[in-house]
């Protein structure tokens, strides 16, 4: 069963940018961890509901603020078996996970390729 993901989003009313639009934050939480974050998205106070924390309306700003987060947590968990609040929050921002280099994957081929030494490969052609 996985964990639940619980979603709470919220302006930051007293960092309001030029065009008075406000940053949104996010509070979410999968099984027991918990990540605090921006969503590097701007709202406007007059459509953001407070009680739902989400923005009121069917514009596209609207849509796109309301379903960032459980896209993302659809997309990491078709990918892995457990995600936890800070895989979700590195998705969100748009933050890298850890992934293989190329010189690890050619350690690994190396690694695979002289077990098979004596099998299928030649000694001479693994040293080439």
């Known amino acids: 069963?996985?964990?639940e993901l619980k979603g709470l989003f919220y302006l930051k009313k007293?960092?309001?940018?030029?065009?008075?639009?406000?940053?949104?934050?996010?509070?979410?939480r999968i099984g027991k961890s918990v990540s605090q974050f921006?969503?590097?998205?701007?709202?406007?106070?007059?459509?953001?509901?407070?009680k739902a924390g989400r923005v009121k309306g069917k514009s596209h700003q609207a849509l796109e603020i309301n379903r960032v987060i459980?896209?993302?947590y659809?997309?990491?968990?078709?990918?892995?078996?457990?995600?936890d609040a800070d895989?979700?929050?590195?998705?969100?921002q748009g933050i890298a996970s850890i992934q293989p280099t190329v010189l690890d994957s050619f350690r690994t081929m190396n690694d695979a390729i002289s077990a098979?030494?004596?099998?299928?490969?030649s000694k001479a052609g693994f040293e080439q």
């Open 1 to 3: 069963m996985k964990p």
């Open 87 to 92: 895989d979700l929050k590195n998705a969100v």
């Open 38 to 50: 921006s969503l590097k998205i701007d709202a406007d106070t007059n459509l953001w509901d407070t």
């Open 74 to 83: 659809k997309e990491l968990s078709e990918i892995n078996s457990q995600v």
């Open 14 to 28: 007293n960092q309001r940018n030029k065009g008075g639009l406000c940053p949104v934050m996010g509070y979410i």
């Open 70 to 72: 459980h896209t993302r």
């Open 116 to 121: 098979r030494v004596g099998k299928d490969y």
